[in-house]
């Protein structure tokens, strides 16, 4: 395993075909994010029936371009009361781990008749991506954790009590839901069986009957694309920066190029989140038929296309559904999405052992035990959704009286 552009050793050919790799990989990461800010506004801007950006270049694409150099020559603060070192160093962090995930993300490859999903590079032949670690996926859950931290640290080295309070949900919602994000993972890992990304599009291949949302069985997908959207701080999760209350979140005392790292890791982050989910459940740049006649449309291609229409999905998302309270949005992580996703995984193990066992009774007895424990869990997440609404619904009641 491992890119076999290194297959021969490390030399300096090697060196400067993997340094072409990362500048391709950071310039598309930018491109892309300039892209989604263009295509957020415009899309929102349609939906609600506006205009959006128009002005600045064809259909307004330089807008995003405009707006990155006004942030560039704006002042730059920093409050009396802040951590200087700290301060200074959060938007990097936020920045710099959404580029990183990006690079374990395959956009191309021949996986063709058993191909190893390879490409030409200069003579070479080398994945479609930046890198290919053993374990891609356990990079990607680390780079999501670590993200966390540039959010929680730019709130509490302001010095303001608004960004330590934005901050804070950040780091409680993030904890609630990527524990079921984790185990949507686990579950796309149980059934490919390696943790590698570039392994897990080849197990995809041969059509959409073996893309992940379909072989894991759709519920993992559903919970990572809600987990996911919590942990980008999208609308309806979008908590960390109520504006009615918290003013802009944990962001809120930065300015100029510090602001502008933060913004361009939020819109980042949703190109990243979506490859991810093209590349766990859609077959990454896979056609959906294994058919000649698709494969003439380059890998890239597709990706880019799937990857497009989850971007429309999170626009859709912020366009049409109003912000949660904060105790629904806890409800609905501790109570709804990890009870479901460890339920579902325990049926998938189940599944999957029973599969390896050749005593059909045995295959039966498993089975049966893990749809049951599935179905234990769901009731007894019912019962406590049903009684935390009512405990909760007393709670206001009770207060409304005292008023």
Known sequence: MGDPLFIDGVGWPELWRMAVKVGL?????????????????????????????KEAGP?????SLADGIKFFFKEDLRP???DPLIFRLAPYIATVTALLSLSVVPIAGD????GDGTIGFFGERTYGM???PP?????LLAMSSIAVYGVMLAGWSSGSKYPLLGSVRASAQAISYEAALGMAVVAVVLVSGTLSTHGIVA???GGIRNWGFLSTGLLPFVIFLIAATAELNRPPFDLVEAEQELVGGFHTEYASIRFALFFLAEFMNVVTMSAIMVTLFFGGPLPPVDTDVLYWIPGPIWFLAKVMVFLFVFVWFRATLPRLRYDQLMNLGWKVMIPAALGWLLALSSIRLARLDENDWNLVVLIGGGIAIF??????LLVAVRAGDRTYDAELEAEASRR
Do not use: C, Y
């Open 111 to 114: 996986f063709r008749d058993g």
């Open 130 to 132: 930046v890198a290919d």
């Open 25 to 53: 990989g950071f310039v598309f990461g930018l491109l892309a994010t300039v892209f989604m800010v263009w295509f957020e506004r415009k899309l929102i801007g349609k939906m609600q029936n506006r205009v959006g950006p």
């Open 80 to 82: 009396a009361n802040a």
């Open 59 to 63: 259909f307004g694409l330089l807008q």
């Open 135 to 139: 374990a891609g996926i356990l990079f």
């Open 203 to 205: 197990e995809q291949a």
């Open 375 to 380: 179905g234990v869990s769901l009731a007894l």
